[in-house]
């Protein structure tokens, strides 16, 4: 055992029985219920935002891609704090439950504003409006977000179950997002020119914002019914110092780093991807906004699926193979159907073209979430890892660094996107060019399938090389957590 396992804490072993303990079945879901926030206000951002303050709103591309990243930038650069704070705070409610219960309202008011946008505004007043609701917005949902996170990864110590809490987690996520693709597209979305309709969009968003404050509240019950599985937080609370010895040694872990890396390459694609998402399938697959619909709900709903299929496939492949299979499933879909497209090979078009996407997609959705259920149950492994090497605690900081990744590369992701449309010269206020009617060069509708599939293909390929190096397998972490519990009843 190394010099370092002397440093863990004496109130480190506090709380080792109940988290060997099976956790109550109502207890993970109402942990799992917290999903409901992230989900139901990330999903409709990601596919309704940026279509909604450039072809609705006629704010430029470009701006409309930078006020958007500068949300995800911010955010990004705020989530390391707000996870070391989160590790180290001490309250009679705990760590986690103090942070959610701030956000939770925050969220729900700076979602509904977003979808708000005064009308009459200047381009410069529209873009600073858009970029501090961006940045609220993401503020809020990672100041619960993360801490949520964290206490998922504390709830036990169990492999298995691990994965069973994540998987419930990732479904309630899954099913927030469905909820904005159905209100969206089938009700206040609805019909030919559904979506151009500025009045429909604040309807929308207060509508979600009430499944946000239900979600949000279930959770912070249940993060107090569980206060006592968490982790006693350092004695020395968060200040500038302790911050930057604590992200030093985050990144002093090669499984953390792996993980950051590969998800940074991963993130960046799907950013590019998802953002060009509605702009594709309206002029480069031509489809109708009910079909949009179906193929969004496949992608939603393979979401949702991978939560059952997860637990059979975690315990028989390792976290890492279902990890790069879910990466490498999304990257044939996207680029795949794209190239045979621009070769002549794929001359499908309306309700066939419709099916055959949708049914790709409920494929590429169920094996991508099993992806990440398994990539979240591996943060919290290798969050037992770090304790061993470096005696400390900082499942929160763990996940914050894989949040940092996944909106630094998305933020660069909305960013290429919006220089894309801009570079590609794509109309923006299509309220004044004839809606959706727009008949545009066939050379820009190339360029936007190519920055929509291969662009993003490519980007998930180098994550699939990344994540090969992962080493953390069952084997090796049932030896970190015998080890762990050695040392710890050691100092009891």
């Not at 700076?110 to 007043?125: A, C, E």
């Not at 002029?283 to 906004?289: A, E, I, K, M, Q």
């Not at 992806?371 to 900081?397: K, P, Q, V």
């Amino acid at each position: 055992m190394s010099d370092q396992m002397a440093a863990l804490p004496q109130a480190a072993a506090d709380h080792v029985a109940a988290r060997s303990a099976p956790v109550p079945l109502g207890q993970k879901l109402g942990y799992a219920a917290g999903a409901l926030v992230d989900g139901t206000s990330l999903h409709p951002l990601n596919i309704f935002l940026l279509f909604y303050v450039t072809s609705v709103c006629g704010l430029p591309a470009g701006l409309a891609g930078a006020a958007i990243a500068a949300g995800l930038v911010v955010d990004a650069v705020a989530d390391p704090l707000i996870g070391s704070s989160s590790d180290r705070l001490k309250s009679k409610w705990g760590r986690r439950l103090p942070f959610m219960l701030a956000a939770v309202p925050i969220v729900a008011l700076s979602f509904t504003l977003i979808f708000s946008l005064p009308s009459g505004l200047n381009t410069t007043l529209l873009f600073l409006w858009l970029t501090s609701l961006s940045i609220s917005l993401r503020i809020s949902v990672a100041a619960f977000l993360l801490p949520h996170q964290a206490l998922g990864a504390e709830l036990t110590d169990n492999y298995a179950e691990r994965s069973t809490i994540m998987a419930m987690r990732w479904a309630f996520f899954m099913i927030g997002g469905l909820l904005g693709v159905v209100l969206g597209f089938g009700v206040f979305f609805s019909g030919p020119t559904g979506l151009t309709v500025r009045s429909q969009y604040p309807l929308f968003a207060m509508t979600l914002s009430v499944f946000i404050l239900v979600g949000g509240l279930i959770a912070a019950r249940s993060a107090y019914a569980t206060r006592g599985r968490e982790h006693e937080p350092q004695s020395e609370p968060v200040s500038i110092r302790s911050f930057l010895e604590d992200i030093a040694q985050v990144f002093r872990s090669a499984s953390f780093r792996i993980l950051f890396f590969g998800g940074a390459l991963f993130f960046i694609g799907f950013g590019l991807n998802t953002i060009l998402g509605l702009h594709a399938n309206t002029f480069f697959w031509r489809l109708t906004s009910g079909q949009m619909q179906l193929i969004t709900m496949a992608m939603l709903g393979g979401l949702l699926l991978a939560a059952p299929l997860a637990g059979p496939i975690l315990s028989r492949l390792e976290k890492r193979t279902v990890l790069m299979g879910g990466v490498g499933s999304l990257m044939v879909i996207e680029t795949a159907p794209v190239l045979l497209r621009l070769a002549g090979l794929f001359p499908f078009e309306g309700d066939v073209l419709a099916w055959i996407l949708t049914g790709a997609s409920l494929v590429g959705g169920a094996m991508l979430g099993a992806a990440g259920i398994a990539t979240a149950s591996a943060l919290a492994d290798a969050a037992d890892e770090h304790e061993f090497l470096f005696g400390s605690r900082r499942e929160g900081l763990y996940f914050a660094g894989w949040a940092f990744s996944n909106k630094a590369s998305s933020a660069i992701g909305t960013l290429v996107a919006g220089l894309a449309l801009q570079m590609m010269a794509f109309p923006t206020d299509l309220v004044k060019e004839g809606a959706l009617s727009i008949n545009l060069p066939q050379q820009t509708i190339n360029l936007l399938g190519l920055a929509y599939g291969p662009g993003a293909g490519l980007l998930s390929l180098a994550a699939i090389l990344t994540f090969i190096t992962y080493r953390i397998d069952r084997k090796r972490h049932a030896e970190i957590i015998t080890a762990l519990r050695e040392a710890r009843e050691r100092k009891v």
